[in-house]
């Protein structure tokens, strides 16, 4: 059974859900790509830990993340030539989390491979600081860095209430690029995971989520509309 919504779906972001989620949508995103990858390339799913902490009363509590991104490689040299990331609330909440992540995409980088980040959380502050000025109101966001030109952005964005968008996802420099439906990714995840039986659309939204009222209004009558099929 496919989610209620046409694009992402908000109730995903719940702390609960949310990693078997990740895990899931970063693997959809693997069995999307492999098949358009050349010989040249090899994909592979990997994984990144840390500990974040939080204060609480008179305690702290520490908790252990374990992160899923997929790295496409040169089959020859084994050299990064594209890092995939799915940002994840902890990514965007947690200092622990953010360093984590943004070292991650410094290393990328630094050798002088692709990077590629989907941001489908609404939660804490974005990881990425580029002019939001001439850019349409949007709740999630693709954003391409390409090794050549690490100082330049291309965004992909798109509001709740609308589909994922497709991005070009770069190789090596004398490659083409190879587009990816983000949708498809998203909606496989939904499916493996068996979401539609998880969720609880009953209940109201995750509580750090961050929507607008107009948003939350769409929400309320999409389910409403959902319901009456």
């Keep these: 059974m496919p989610s209620p919504f046409p694009g992402m779906d908000p109730f995903l972001e719940d702390h609960s859900v949310w990693a ?10 693997y069995q999307v790509l492999l098949p358009g990858l050349v010989d040249r390339y090899r994909a ?7 500990t974040s902490e939080m204060a609480l009363f008179t305690s702290v509590v520490r908790e252990q993340h374990s992160e899923d991104f997929v790295e496409i490689r040169h089959r020859s040299d084994g050299r ?11 990514n965007r909440t947690t200092a622990a989390g953010r360093t984590a992540y943004l070292d991650s995409r410094e290393q990328a980088l630094k050798a002088r491979a692709g990077v590629v980040e989907i941001d489908l959380v609404t939660q804490g502050k974005p990881l990425l600081d580029f002019p939001r000025t001439g850019l349409p109101e949007y709740d999630y966001a693709v954003t391409v860095t390409r090794g050549a030109s690490p100082e330049r952005f291309e965004i992909y964005t798109t509001p709740l209430s609308k589909r994922l968008p497709k991005f070009r996802l770069p190789l090596a420099a004398d490659d083409r690029d190879t587009v990816v439906d983000l949708q498809v990714s998203v909606a496989r995840a939904y499916d493996q995971g068996d ?30 509309g959902s319901k009456s099929k």
């Design 80 to 90: 990064l030539v594209t890092l995939v990331e799915v940002v994840t609330p902890a």
């Design 44 to 50: 592979r799913v990997a994984s990144r830990q840390y």
């Design 195 to 224: 979401f539609a039986k998880v969720l609880q659309y009953a209940g109201p939204l995750p509580a750090d989520i961050v929507l607008s009222t107009a948003t939350r209004t769409w929400v309320a009558e999409c389910l409403r």
């Design 20 to 29: 078997t989620f990740h895990h899931h949508l970063v693997t959809a995103l």
